[in-house]
């Protein structure tokens, strides 16, 4: 196995599409590296280049300490796993294992070596005499993990494995492509547009859009400290809250304005993000978390509070999703306005026109009680808020 590198990697396509931009990633020996975006966003052209499927326009790429833009596909060692499994209908289990191994003129013992070690650590010890027509959609996806894994290459490239499996397949598949790549070590570089995806495979998760990359962090710091509008909006399910709010002093206490309503802002928020100070009294963008927002009647009284008209409650069983509306402006900056695109609403209106970007979404216990229409208190815990510059979307620290 091998480290991947990727220093100032660009793509530029015969027709002027840059659809990746001066890309910087470092893939350790063993690590399985997520890369993440909407469509569009360059990720399948990154994973292409380094698997010598696309010619690289700037930049250099190195496997294993080796520089490797101009050394062809074959010759680079490397396994890639599709979203269609392209196994072999008229050859059994065994053979499509096998079946790499046996155009490179692997010797026969090694050849049955290397596929049994391959089907036991795969689960698939006992179906290597199936066709693929009897196997399970997972089952057949081990068997294209299987032929990659068995040529014990350099690293794995990934592109949507899993988008033709159903849900619960999916989630079944995730958690063993999760076991399968640490167990053996293999330095794994997973495409995916499914942040949820994303978050439970990755070691490290790196967003990109419009072939630049945004942020490269654990998934947990993903989620904690988003550099900017767009990571915080993309990453997470609901996604986050954006507003345009005003943090300001009144009697020795800051608050929080956002519409005509005033929150008071836990003192944990402005040791955690200090620079939110040269913020006071002009408008800034407010990210909250659908999770970090409660029904007041569930939390102590003196939390900081929001009005806001319940449009819709989602009961989803363990949580409550509820669609609120609250009187407040929404956020536009360029992020801003593609997540508003996005949602389906007018991303033409000028800044602080109030585009209707005041619908909130957040998670309530099940046992809350409210209902739709109903004007309710949301509790938002302050100290978890994000606060992000409105002009660049950089996130305030
Ligand atoms: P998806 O998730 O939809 O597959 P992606 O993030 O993998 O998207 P890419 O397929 O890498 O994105 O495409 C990045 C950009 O490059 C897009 O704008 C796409 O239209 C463009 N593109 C891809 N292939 C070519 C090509 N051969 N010529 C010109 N532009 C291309």
């Known amino acids: 196995m091998a480290e991947v590198r990727l220093d100032e990697v660009s793509k530029v396509y015969a027709d002027g599409t840059r659809a990746v931009d001066g890309l910087s990633l470092d893939i350790a020996d063993g690590e399985l590296l997520v890369l993440v975006g909407p469509s569009g966003c360059g990720k399948t052209t990154a994973l292409r280049m380094v698997a010598g499927l696309e010619d690289i326009s700037e930049g250099v790429l190195s496997i294993g300490g080796r520089v490797v833009n101009r050394v062809p596909a074959r010759d680079r060692d490397i396994a890639m796993v599709f979203q269609s499994y392209a196994l072999y209908p008229h050859l059994d289990v065994y053979d499509n294992i096998a079946f790499g191994l046996k155009l490179r003129k692997v010797p026969r013992a090694e050849i049955e070596r290397r596929v049994a070690a391959t089907g036991a650590a795969l689960g698939l010890k006992d179906h290597l005499r199936r066709r693929p027509r009897a196997l399970s959609g997972g089952q057949r996806q081990r068997v294209a993990m299987g032929r990659a894994i068995v040529r014990e290459p350099q690293a794995f490239l990934m592109d949507e494995p899993l988008s033709n499996l159903d849900a619960k397949l999916r989630v079944q598949m995730r958690a063993e492509i999760a076991r399968i790549t640490r167990q053996l070590g293999v330095t794994t570089i997973y495409v995916t547009h499914d942040q949820t995806e994303a978050m439970t495979l990755g070691d490290r998760v790196a967003v990109m859009k419009k072939g630049v990359l945004q942020q490269v962090a654990s998934p947990q710091e993903l989620y904690d400290q988003p ?135 957040a998670r309530f216990s099940p046992r809350s009680r409210i209902r739709k229409d109903e004007l309710v208190e949301v509790a938002v815990d302050t100290a978890r808020l994000h606060v992000f510059d409105l002009d660049t979307g950089r996130s305030i620290l």
């Open 227 to 361: 550099v900017n509008v767009f990571v915080a909006g993309f990453i997470g399910s609901p996604a986050m809250n954006l507003v345009t709010g005003v943090f300001t002093t009144s009697a020795e206490q800051v608050v929080l304005r956002i519409g005509d309503q005033c929150l008071r802002v836990d003192p944990a928020l402005l040791q955690a993000r200090p620079g939110v100070r040269a913020y006071f009294d002009r408008p800034v963008a407010v990210g909250i978390r659908p999770e970090d927002m409660q029904d007041m009647s569930l939390v102590p009284r003196d939390s900081a509070m929001l009005y806001a008209t319940v449009d819709l409650v989602e009961a989803l069983g363990s949580d409550l999703l509820v669609h609120l509306r609250i009187a407040a402006d929404g956020v536009v900056t360029d992020d801003t306005r593609e997540l508003a695109r996005d949602a389906g609403l007018d991303p033409a209106a000028p800044a602080g026109s109030g585009v209707p970007l005041t619908e909130f979404v």
